[in-house]
Nanobody, 124 residues
């Protein structure tokens, strides 16, 4: 069993930045591709970004491309999401997820483990 714990969420103003972290334990972090998803009230879960096991390949949704950066530190078993130029549409609960397979990372059903989420609220 892998445990994923997100942190770093909060209330910020439009244009501000936040960095989310996701600490992994219980399984070798380096074996897993990782993803960030988010869910706003009344909306479905939405893919945000993903990264392969080595950090050499990343993918972003169109809505965050150029503003968000996903990264990982395998020595620390930690995933990050740097979020810049935040706007109210980014308000959501953000979840990290781990996938042993490493493909189709935009699809939530491929992921094996999920964190509990961290709230990000962006005021206008």
């Amino acid at each position: 069993q892998m445990m994923l714990v997100e942190s770093g969420g909060g209330l910020v103003r439009a244009g501000d930045s936040l960095r989310l972290s996701c600490a992994a334990s219980g399984r070798p972090f380096i074996n897993y591709a990782m993803g960030w998803f988010r869910q706003a009230p009344g909306n479905e879960l939405e893919f945000v970004a993903s990264i392969n096991w080595s950090g050499t390949y990343t993918d972003y949704s169109d809505s965050v491309k150029g503003r968000f950066t996903i990264s990982r530190d395998n020595a620390k078993s930690t995933l990050y999401l740097q979020m810049n130029s935040l706007n109210p549409e980014d308000t959501a609960v953000y979840y990290c997820a781990a996938d042993l397979g490493g493909s189709n990372l935009r699809r939530e059903h491929v992921y094996d483990y999920w964190g509990q989420g961290t709230q990000v609220t962006v005021s206008s």
